[in-house]
């Protein structure tokens, strides 16, 4: 196929062009990212600085929090700039591209993370006499690096298959970001056989993982009728917790990716639930509400260590929780 561009910048419609939704979309997004920041990188803080937060999980959940952090901030910004200026210019090859490819990214490694922050219970609640010996630093690295390499594949084949399609005009997306079926909308070629490769590549893999996830979460479930009550508890409050996030991450992505390549105006509201509202729950759900009492300690005590460190009742004084 011939490249030949003669686009060198879109122009982003955005979620609405009514001025007054915009200011209430404008300061409501504003505060969601400022609450996915703090929440996010108060979990990557407590969980490195904590020396009782050592284990398996709290190091995967730690990189998902990360993840959550900088996938949000590929989108959040600009949207909410582009809220407040009400320019939606955004250039082709860098700032189009850099989106859709970081988007893809850190979009494609956490699918593969909560692949991996499903196994981890597994492995404890299945097989717990062999948990240390599987579930060992050089394996956690590993599983996290692979991760990060399926998002790194993911990305590179979703952004060749844009970057290499001839754009004429017209340039006007009709979204808040650069995202492959609105882009395929535009191209100036037949773009059916790349929009079934687009949904093999993103909406397929999503689909099975979610399925083998659910099936993997029903084994684990099952498995825990022999548990004490309390363990059962414990174990359950852990299983839920990462369904709850599997499902707000994954139902979004199905919606929007297993489908003949098309938009649909609920499109954009769909991806502002997986880019914008799913990594602001997140640290909630993990944090408040499932009451991970061995988490809200841990934060208790950093806060104390960095608000109030000559203060030994400090940890007795914060009601935030």
Known sequence: MEHRNNVTYFVLLGLTQNPQEQKVLFVMFLLFYILTMVGNMLIVMTITFSKTLGSPMYFFLASLSFMDAIYSTVISPQMISNLFLRENIISFDFSCMGQLFTDHLFGGAEVFLLVVMAYDPYVAICKPLHYLSIMNWQVCILLLVVAWVGGFVHSVVQVAFVYNLPFCGPNVIDHFMCDMYPLLE????????????????????????????????????????????????????????????????????????????????????????????????????????????????????????????????????????
């Open 186 to 321: 535009l191209a100036c070629t037949d773009t059916y056989f790349i929009g079934l490769t687009v949904v093999a590549n993103g909406g397929a893999i999503c689909m099975v993982i979610f399925i083998l996830l659910l099936i993997s979460y029903g084994f684990v479930l099952n498995s825990l009728k022999t548990y004490s009550l309390e363990g059962r508890c414990k174990a359950l409050s852990t299983c839920i917790s990462h369904i709850t996030v599997v499902v707000l991450f994954f139902a979004p992505c199905i919606f929007i990716y297993v489908r003949p390549f098309s938009t649909f105006p609920i499109d954009k509201p769909i991806s502002v639930v997986f880019t914008v509202i799913t990594p602001m729950l997140n640290p909630l759900i993990y944090i408040y509400t499932l009451r991970n009492a061995e988490m809200k300690n841990a934060i208790k005590k950093l806060w104390c260590k960095s608000i109030a460190p000559s203060d030994p009742s400090c940890i007795f004084k914060i009601c935030l929780f």
